[in-house]
Protein backbone atom coordinates (compact mmCIF):
# COMPACT_ATOMS: atom_id res chain seq x y z
CA UNK A 1 0.00 0.00 0.00
CA UNK A 2 1.66 3.36 -1.38
CA UNK A 3 1.87 5.98 1.78
CA UNK A 4 3.15 9.57 1.80
CA UNK A 5 5.34 10.21 4.50
CA UNK A 6 6.58 13.62 5.63
CA UNK A 7 9.49 14.75 7.84
CA UNK A 8 10.86 18.01 9.21
CA UNK A 9 8.27 19.76 11.31
CA UNK A 10 8.96 21.46 14.62
CA UNK A 11 9.01 24.64 16.47
CA UNK A 12 10.41 27.80 15.07
CA UNK A 13 11.12 31.48 16.17
CA UNK A 14 9.56 33.83 14.06
CA UNK A 15 11.71 34.53 11.01
CA UNK A 16 13.44 31.46 11.04
CA UNK A 17 13.68 28.07 8.78
CA UNK A 18 12.42 25.00 8.23
CA UNK A 19 12.27 22.26 5.36
CA UNK A 20 9.62 19.70 5.08
CA UNK A 21 10.36 16.07 3.34
CA UNK A 22 7.65 13.58 2.02
CA UNK A 23 8.25 10.51 0.04
CA UNK A 24 6.13 8.41 -1.06
CA UNK A 25 6.41 4.54 0.29
CA UNK A 26 5.78 1.68 -1.64
CA UNK A 27 5.76 0.41 -5.62
CA UNK A 28 4.08 3.28 -7.95
CA UNK A 29 4.13 5.04 -10.91
CA UNK A 30 5.90 8.56 -10.56
CA UNK A 31 3.30 11.44 -9.70
CA UNK A 32 2.56 13.90 -12.26
CA UNK A 33 2.22 16.39 -9.57
CA UNK A 34 2.95 16.83 -6.27
CA UNK A 35 1.86 19.42 -3.04
CA UNK A 36 1.88 20.41 -0.02
CA UNK A 37 -1.36 21.86 2.24
CA UNK A 38 -1.56 22.99 5.50
CA UNK A 39 -4.21 23.37 8.09
CA UNK A 40 -4.24 26.46 10.14
CA UNK A 41 -5.92 25.84 13.96
CA UNK A 42 -9.42 26.08 13.84
CA UNK A 43 -9.28 26.76 9.84
CA UNK A 44 -9.85 24.88 6.74
CA UNK A 45 -7.08 22.78 5.02
CA UNK A 46 -5.53 25.30 1.74
CA UNK A 47 -3.18 25.20 -0.61
CA UNK A 48 0.43 25.90 0.10
CA UNK A 49 2.27 25.05 -3.17
CA UNK A 50 2.38 22.14 -5.94
CA UNK A 51 4.67 21.43 -8.63
CA UNK A 52 4.71 19.02 -11.69
CA UNK A 53 6.97 16.35 -13.31
CA UNK A 54 8.34 19.29 -15.37
CA UNK A 55 8.90 21.35 -12.65
CA UNK A 56 6.15 23.92 -13.00
CA UNK A 57 5.24 25.16 -9.53
CA UNK A 58 2.84 26.84 -8.06
CA UNK A 59 1.88 29.16 -4.58
CA UNK A 60 -0.57 30.25 -2.54
CA UNK A 61 0.03 34.41 -2.66
CA UNK A 62 0.48 34.25 1.54
CA UNK A 63 3.73 32.16 0.76
CA UNK A 64 5.08 33.62 -2.37
CA UNK A 65 9.11 34.58 -2.11
CA UNK A 66 9.15 32.43 1.03
CA UNK A 67 8.89 29.18 0.47
CA UNK A 68 10.48 26.99 -2.16
CA UNK A 69 9.17 23.53 -3.22
CA UNK A 70 11.28 21.23 -5.33
CA UNK A 71 11.07 17.63 -6.47
CA UNK A 72 14.09 15.55 -5.45
CA UNK A 73 15.97 13.32 -7.46
CA UNK A 74 14.71 9.84 -5.45
CA UNK A 75 10.98 9.01 -7.32
CA UNK A 76 8.07 10.66 -5.79
CA UNK A 77 9.78 13.27 -3.57
CA UNK A 78 8.80 16.46 -2.91
CA UNK A 79 10.41 19.29 -0.55
CA UNK A 80 9.23 22.86 1.04
CA UNK A 81 11.53 24.87 2.08
CA UNK A 82 10.50 27.76 4.04
CA UNK A 83 12.15 30.60 5.15
CA UNK A 84 11.05 34.16 6.72
CA UNK A 85 8.41 32.04 8.86
CA UNK A 86 6.08 33.96 10.41
CA UNK A 87 3.17 32.84 13.19
CA UNK A 88 0.47 32.64 10.71
CA UNK A 89 2.51 29.85 9.28
CA UNK A 90 1.60 27.58 12.09
CA UNK A 91 -0.41 24.88 11.00
CA UNK A 92 -0.78 21.36 10.33
CA UNK A 93 1.33 20.65 6.55
CA UNK A 94 0.45 17.76 4.27
CA UNK A 95 1.95 16.01 1.49
CA UNK A 96 -0.87 15.52 -1.20
CA UNK A 97 -0.63 14.22 -4.44
CA UNK A 98 -3.30 13.45 -7.42
CA UNK A 99 -3.54 9.36 -7.85
CA UNK A 100 -3.41 7.43 -11.22
CA UNK A 101 -6.82 6.42 -10.91
CA UNK A 102 -9.54 9.37 -11.37
CA UNK A 103 -10.93 11.01 -8.17
CA UNK A 104 -8.16 9.20 -6.13
CA UNK A 105 -5.76 10.96 -4.16
CA UNK A 106 -2.86 10.13 -1.65
CA UNK A 107 -2.52 12.25 1.66
CA UNK A 108 0.39 12.27 4.45
CA UNK A 109 -0.38 11.91 7.76
CA UNK A 110 0.70 15.62 8.57
CA UNK A 111 3.39 17.51 10.28
CA UNK A 112 2.90 20.16 13.05
CA UNK A 113 4.80 23.23 12.26
CA UNK A 114 4.39 26.03 15.01
CA UNK A 115 5.77 29.49 14.28
CA UNK A 116 6.48 31.42 17.86
CA UNK A 117 9.09 33.86 20.26
Known amino acids: QVQLVESGGGLVQPGGSLRLSCAAS????????MGWYRQPPGKQRELVAT???????NYADSVKGRFTISRGNAKNTVYLQMNSLKPEDTAVYYC???????????WGQGTQVTVSP
Open 51 to 57: ITSGGST
Open 26 to 33: GSIASFNR
Open 96 to 106: HAPGHVPGYQY
